[in-house]
T-cell receptor
């Protein structure tokens, strides 16, 4: 079993749709959680950190469920510019950072 | 932009050769992590340097080695290149060596091994 698992997609949605991504992790000692966005042939860029209380940044909402060991990302009112690969990232104590393989999103006009 | 720079942008090598990749961290950051990203995969952690010392390592063989300099810039060296080493190599800088800090990525070096 992979340490961090994501649905690879692709998710094909129309503009204005709401789309949700899930990510599961295997190490219950994991401490920090993030969502990164990666455009084709570019570097990953931080989208948002994920907190147990949940957090929202505009159209993006992230949730963490420690008991079930999963993280989610919800995108409301999808824009064409949201098309990208979304990477789930989990950090355990110290240096260890594990990336999921990513979920591809295509938003269509 | 993150302020993290990498050089070169692209590189083509042949099997058995050696390569050195470079990374300049964001101002104020003392930690650099290196990742390998194969096509269609997420980045895989290679190692991390904190204040000029290796702070941890992923599942990569010893032919992957690195350095961090007093100005916190870093190098990744790969010896005896193999075809499977073809990938995007990313460095990320952060301000501390521990779990909770956010990493900021450079644009990457795309290495092709023929």
């Amino acid at each position: 079993r992979k340490e961090v698992e994501q649905d690879p997609g692709p998710f094909n949605v129309p503009e204005g749709a709401t789309v949700a991504f899930n990510c599961t992790y295997s190490n219950s000692a994991s401490q920090s959680f993030f969502w990164y966005r990666q455009d084709c042939r570019k570097e990953p860029k931080l989208l948002m950190s994920v907190y147990s209380s949940g957090n929202e940044d505009g159209r993006f909402t992230a949730q963490l469920n420690r008991a079930s060991q999963y993280i989610s990302l919800l995108i409301r009112d999808s824009k064409l510019s949201d098309s990208a690969t979304y990477l789930c990232v989990v950090k355990t104590g110290g240096f260890k950072t594990i990336f999921g393989a990513g979920t591809r999103l295509f938003v269509k006009a | 932009e993150t302020g993290v720079t990498q050089s070169p942008t692209h590189l083509i090598k042949t099997r058995g050769q050696q390569v050195t990749l470079r990374c300049s961290s964001q101002s104020g950051h003392n930690t650099v992590s290196w990742y390998q990203q194969a096509l269609g995969q997420g980045p895989q952690f290679i190692f991390q340097y904190y204040r000029e010392e290796e702070n941890g390592r992923g599942n990569f063989p010893p032919r992957f080695s690195g350095l961090q300099f007093p100005n916190y810039s870093s190098e990744l060296n790969v010896n005896a290149l193999e075809l499977d080493d073809s990938a995007l190599y990313l460095c990320a800088s952060s301000s501390e060596g521990w779990a909770t800090d956010t990493q900021y990525f450079g644009p990457g070096t795309r290495l092709t091994v023929l």
